[in-house]
């Protein structure tokens, strides 16, 4: 709080801050975590994969295992020499897709949300990170999508009977449609987004569902199915490649 208030570093603060009429509206701030209202949303951005992001009630907070994620598909582009259109399906803040973009700025980035809002986020994270990514409002159930050489995503993948386990601060304050799928049809979305049939394809998982993923990919028609833990040893990360 101190550091987005004052607009000092932690160091300046510690050697010797002397001003502390920043402090004055800390305890709207603390009143407001202590209803686990997630600070991200309370200062309105986050620093997520050396970018600043802008972020709204409309957005997931970027988490770390997606910069794991964006950093598998960098990994896999410098062994296999890519230069590429990507496909960031349910971009939310943008973030993976500007991160890409970012990292290769000769790649042609796309990202599409079916939430109006999430899109108006991302167009200005895209400005305020100084890349230029097309982001468009889109179902990718019942829209006209295209072709791409990458299809990534971070889909909805927490079931409904999960939600018991989930922290108030996601439960009460990030988008549902963007966290849950029903208990019944938990691979909805990935089963549709495969059906895009990228050449390569770049999915975080729920990691539940890490064998039903890979058996879907393979009846999707791809191969080289590799499956990458994340920090806390859970799989992840899932990618193939289109066959042929």
Avoid at 211 to 240: H, V
Wanted: glycine share 6%; with cysteine; aromatic share 8%.
């Amino acid at each position: 709080m101190a550091e987005e208030l004052s607009g000092l570093s932690r160091s300046q603060l510690l050697c010797g801050c002397k001003d502390t009429t920043f402090l004055a509206n800390t305890q709207i701030i603390v009143d407001r975590l202590l209803h686990f209202e997630p600070i991200q949303y309370i200062f309105g951005h986050t620093l997520w994969n050396n970018l600043d992001l802008k972020l709204t009630p409309a957005t997931l907070i970027p988490r770390p295992e997606t910069a794991e994620l964006v950093a598998r598909i960098l990994e896999v582009s410098k062994s296999r020499d890519l230069e590429v259109s990507v496909l960031d399906v349910g971009t939310g803040s943008g973030c993976i897709a500007i991160a890409l973009k970012k990292a290769h700025p000769e790649w042609q980035v796309s990202g599409i949300d079916i939430s109006p809002e999430a899109i108006e986020v991302a167009k200005e994270n895209a400005r305020r990170n100084g890349v230029e990514v097309e982001f468009l409002q889109k179902d990718v159930f019942s829209d006209g999508i295209g072709t791409f050489d990458v299809v990534v995503s971070n889909p909805p993948y927490i079931r409904e009977c999960e939600k018991a386990d989930m922290r108030p601060n996601v439960l009460n304050f990030e988008p549902a449609t963007a966290l849950f799928v029903p208990d019944n049809d938990p691979l909805r979305f990935y089963r549709r987004i495969a059906s895009l049939h990228g050449k390569y394809l770049f999915f975080e998982i729920n990691e539940a569902f890490a064998a039903e993923m890979e058996s879907l990919l393979r009846e999707q028609g791809y191969t080289a199915i590799t499956i990458t833990n994340d920090i806390y040893g859970k799989p992840r990360i899932i990618e193939g490649r289109m066959a042929g």
